[in-house]
C-alpha cells in the first residue's frame, strides 16, 4: 500500500511558477514510476510528466520547457516545477504511483489533488 499527499497548489498570475510536492509513504517497490496528472473541468484526465526511480523523464508536449519534475528517493518525494503557467494549465493536478518502469498504463495509488489555478 502506497499513500501519497499533494501540496503546493495555489493561485497564481499567468507567467507566474508554482511547485508541487508530493509525499509518499508505505511499502513501494524498487522499480516503480511517479507521475502528475492533471485534470480541467469538463475533460478528462492527462498524464503530465512521470519519473522512474532511476531518474528518466518523461513530458507531454504541452508543458515540454516549462515543467520539470524531479525526486528525492530518500524522503520519497516527487516534485513539479511548473514555470511560465499559462491559464490552460489550470486544473486539479494528482500524484500517481505505479510500479514498473513504463510511464503508461494504469497507476496503481493516487493523491488526492491539490488545485492550481492560472489567472489570465
Known amino acids: 500500500q502506497v499513500q501519497l499527499v499533494e501540496s503546493g497548489g495555489g493561485l497564481v498570475q499567468a507567467g507566474g511558477s508554482l511547485r508541487l510536492s508530493c509525499a509518499a509513504s508505505?511499502?513501494?517497490?524498487?522499480?516503480?514510476?511517479m507521475g502528475w496528472f492533471r485534470q480541467a473541468p469538463g475533460k478528462e484526465r492527462e498524464f503530465v510528466a512521470g519519473i522512474r526511480r532511476s531518474g528518466n523523464t518523461y513530458y507531454t508536449d504541452s508543458v515540454k520547457g516549462r515543467f520539470t519534475i524531479s525526486r528525492d528517493n530518500a524522503k520519497k518525494m516527487v516534485y513539479l516545477q511548473m514555470n511560465s503557467l499559462k491559464p490552460e494549465d489550470t486544473a486539479v493536478y494528482y500524484c500517481?504511483?505505479?510500479?514498473?518502469?513504463?510511464?503508461?498504463?494504469?497507476?496503481?495509488?493516487w493523491g488526492q489533488g491539490t488545485q492550481v489555478t492560472v489567472s489570465s
Open positions: 508505505g511499502r513501494t517497490s524498487s522499480s516503480y514510476v
Open positions: 500517481a504511483w505505479k510500479s514498473g518502469v513504463n510511464f503508461f498504463g494504469s497507476y496503481d495509488y
